[in-house]
């Protein structure tokens, strides 16, 4: 419901005060005119914005760094996006950034789309060229696991957090960066706006984000297992700040080990450690059911696309 803005409470004007109030408007104008239009610059509909549309919507596949971007656009870094599939430690990312960089450096979970969407270029994105990306990647053990445990892919996470890891990884998932289908449509397997399964969907999303390097010039990969001790985010983001110039909140590199935002949204490196069969890999061997379940995402996953991340097989 939209909420409507209370009524104009304005002076009563006495008889012959509009005349007045024309003549001074008038003056105003003729006095602030030229000041004000050169203020405003170009406006959008002008051949500069065109230009800047046509620019993002240029894909620069192949090209890493895009000079013609960056020579183009000029600048420092003004806006930080923290992207990444669900489960893949966009929450912890984003506070750690927000805790570490100066407040000109505008730290969001969005780029050309919410974050664990995929990114397309076009008119939806900021500028490229004063935007540093970064993408978050877990393990596909962890991230699988824990997207049994909360899929975010449905109100029903529940119930489906209650159906076998087995059903669950085969399970259509649903697309949130896909148009719906039409009401009129025949049925198909899977449906449209739905990934067969849990691992076409990490394929999926992670060949998009990998492929941002080849049209956006500030591009940072991150795996979350790279970041979780104290000494690794303080080297990291040392060498985030002098590679992209960008202004410390503070001299000292503040350290996120551990957060409680929401029962739902919470982050300790200590538990998540001893709890990834990833980092401690006793698990796998030491539990036969989970065995089975590290065995099902080794073998629904892509493998080349996992070692292009850094990525290789837990478990046969």
Known sequence: MRVQPPPCRCPVRAPGGRAHALLLLLLTLLLLGPAVAQRRGPVHG?????????????????????????????????????IGERHSGTNFMGRFLARNLA??????????????????????????????????FRN???WALGMHARCYCTPEWREVAKTPFAEFVHMPILDTSAVQAPKDAPPQDPP???????????????????????????VEYVRHEDV???????????????????QPSAEQVKSVTGYKER???????????AKSPWLNRALGEADAELAAKLSLVTKGVDAELEAEIGYSPLIE
């Open 263 to 273: 029962d739902d949204i919470t982050f300790d490196a200590d538990t998540l450690r």
């Open 103 to 136: 407040t000109q450096h505008n730290v969001s979970e969005t780029f050309c789309a919410y974050k664990h969407r995929a990114q397309v270029p076009g008119p939806e994105c900021p500028p490229v060229n004063k935007t540093l990306v970064v993408v978050m």
């Open 140 to 142: 596909p053990y962890d």
């Open 228 to 246: 979780l001790d104290a000494q690794q985010q303080e080297a990291w983001m040392s060498r985030l700040l002098t590679k992209y110039k960008l």
């Open 46 to 82: 002008g051949a500069d914005w065109k230009a800047k549309k046509q620019l993002l919507s240029s894909k620069r596949h192949g090209v890493h760094g895009g000079e013609e971007m960056v020579q183009q656009g000029g600048g420092g870094i003004t806006r930080v996006a923290v």
């Open 192 to 218: 449209i706006g739905f990934f067969a399964d849990l691992f076409e969907c990490r394929n999926a999303r992670h060949r998009n984000f990998l492929n941002i390097s080849a049209w956006a010039p500030n």
